[in-house]
T-cell receptor, first 115, second 115 residues
Framework: AQKVTQTQTSISVMEKTTVTMDCVYETQDSSYFLFWYKQTASGEIVFLIRQDSYKKENATVGHYSLNFQKPKSSIGLIITATQIEDSAVYFCAMRGQGGSAKLIFGEGTKLTVSS | EAAVTQSPRNKVAVTGGKVTLSCNQTNNHNNMYWYRQDTGHGLRLIHYSYGAGSTEKGDIPDGYKASRPSQENFSLILELATPSQTSVYFC??????????????FGEGSKLTVL
């Protein structure tokens, strides 16, 4: 069975610093796909970034990047130069091999960015 | 921009009553999903669908039924609602992984209270 775990319940950082959020996963699939989503205070959930398990390069989009450590079944989200508006709940998610639509999420990490 | 709309946005039901949550997407996505969100549990997958006429059980399907009568519509049905089903429910749609990022687009959420 697949499982995604985020052990950090909440993180607080100062504006303009770098933060890393942890995520570990379990899967039997030989290839899989990892995602990070953000939920704002209004409840809106939006996609941030994706990592394919067969790619060695870490994905980067804007000031979001990933630290993919396949041997450790770990996919960390790194946010550089944090801004107040980055305050939100961040979810890690996993999807199995190409034909499967099933996407499961972790418990989420609440990020608070202060000035 | 992809659009997913849910109705009702807020619902108060009585124990033992029937509740139907509806979801409509105008993105022509094949895949649709129902999740519930509770504090400490993140987003948990209830049912999902690969297309019209298809429904699949997610990780917590007990007490819920799903219906996908068309590409655009996906409903979640609680035949006998219980207080433990009080939660916020999110619908999402998405395409196959080979199409774009394979990301999900979420609705605004439906808050259900069962008394």
């Amino acid at each position: 069975a697949q499982k995604v775990t985020q052990t950090q319940t909440s993180i607080s950082v100062m504006e303009k610093t770098t933060v890393t959020m942890d995520c570990v996963y379990e899967t039997q699939d030989s290839s899989y796909f990892l995602f990070w989503y953000k939920q704002t205070a209004s409840g809106e959930i939006v996609f941030l970034i994706r990592q394919d398990s067969y790619k060695k390069e870490n994905a980067t989009v804007g000031h979001y990047s990933l630290n993919f450590q396949k041997p450790k079944s770990s996919i960390g989200l790194i946010i550089t130069a944090t801004q107040i508006e980055d305050s939100a709940v961040y979810f890690c998610a996993m999807r199995g091999q190409g034909g499967s639509a099933k996407l499961i999420f972790g418990e989420g990490t609440k990020l608070t960015v202060s000035s | 921009e992809a659009a997913v709309t849910q109705s009702p946005r807020n619902k108060v039901a009585v124990t033992g009553g029937k509740v139907t949550l509806s979801c409509n997407q105008t993105n022509n996505h094949n895949n649709m999903y129902w999740y519930r969100q509770d504090t400490g549990h993140g987003l948990r997958l209830i049912h999902y669908s690969y297309g019209a006429g298809s429904t699949e059980k997610g990780d917590i399907p007990d007490g819920y039924k799903a219906s996908r009568p068309s590409q655009e519509n996906f409903s979640l049905i609680l035949e006998l609602a219980t207080p433990s089903q009080t939660s916020v429910y999110f619908c999402a749609s998405g395409d196959a992984l080979g199409v774009g990022t394979g990301q999900l687009y979420f609705g605004e959420g439906s808050k259900l209270t069962v008394l």
